[in-house]
């Protein structure tokens, strides 16, 4: 069921972009390196004690398109443990109305794919709004009912924003997911906090940012106790 369902939304995303008009897009790489990661790897087992170092690679794809938007990327760990997995999201959003001269700019019918080599299919439906707020360059909220593969279903609640003045740059998302019998509530806030230098050793590759991401993750992946605080060193190209 899952399987057609998913398939049901790729041929959707597949035949709005038949006829189709992108409004504008934009694909970028990024290397990821820290130290204070929890839960993944040889330290699996010890939630309060010993962190690892992680470093990973992504490609990412965002557009904008007459009919809604997409937003798609893979990450590849690699732990220092020789822990390494792949993990992935496409997540597609079809514009249901748009709102004039108002803080919500669109209502839209949104879904999420969650997928992960260690072994789960998450699959995310939902309804969220663009929001239009004064010297913000993008903000939303959305509300999924999550259907997952290893745990008990439950609900999430995700926002995401950008702000920018030059080439200073603060972007990311905050996820909320709620308790269930075998998952404890969460939370996800992940900035990253970056500075362009494009403009001063040319334009070639458009953006180069480098900077931070911080990574507060609240019982992570639903488990009690597993509280990561993780400062990573970013770069991010934008092709």
Do not use: C
């Not at 072994?119 to 360059?137: A, C, E, H, Q, T």
């Not at 075998?182 to 458009?206: C, K, R, V």
Request: glycine share 10%; hydrophobic share 35%.
């Amino acid at each position: 069921m899952k399987k057609q369902l998913l398939a049901a939304a790729v041929m959707a995303v597949a035949s709005a972009g038949v006829s189709a008009e992108q409004f504008w897009s934009d694909n970028s790489v990024s290397v990821l390196y820290g130290s204070d990661y929890k839960v993944d790897g040889v330290f699996a087992g010890d939630l309060e004690g010993d962190t690892f170092a992680l470093t990973t690679y992504t490609l990412e794809h965002v557009s904008g398109h007459n009919w809604g938007g997409l937003f798609y990327f893979v990450d590849r760990h690699k732990g220092e443990d020789g822990f390494t997995s792949t993990y992935q999201e496409f997540s597609p959003k079809v514009t249901l109305t748009t709102i004039e001269n108002s803080v919500v700019k669109n209502v839209n019918a949104a879904f999420t794919l969650e997928s992960s080599s260690t072994g789960f299919d998450n699959y995310l439906y939902g309804v969220g709004v663009d929001l239009n707020i004064p010297g913000m360059n993008f903000a939303s909220a959305t509300v999924y009912y999550a259907d997952n593969d290893n745990i008990d279903d439950d609900y999430q609640l995700t926002l995401t924003y950008g702000w920018s003045q030059g080439n200073f740059n603060i972007d990311g998302y905050i996820d909320y997911s709620t308790k269930t019998d075998d998952s404890e509530a969460n939370l996800h806030f992940n900035p990253q906090i970056t500075y362009d230098l494009a403009p001063m050793i040319g334009n070639a590759f458009g953006k180069v940012k480098v900077g931070i991401e911080y990574s507060y993750w609240g019982n992570k992946y639903g488990i009690k106790d597993a509280d990561q605080n993780a400062i990573s060193a970013l770069l991010k190209v934008h092709l």
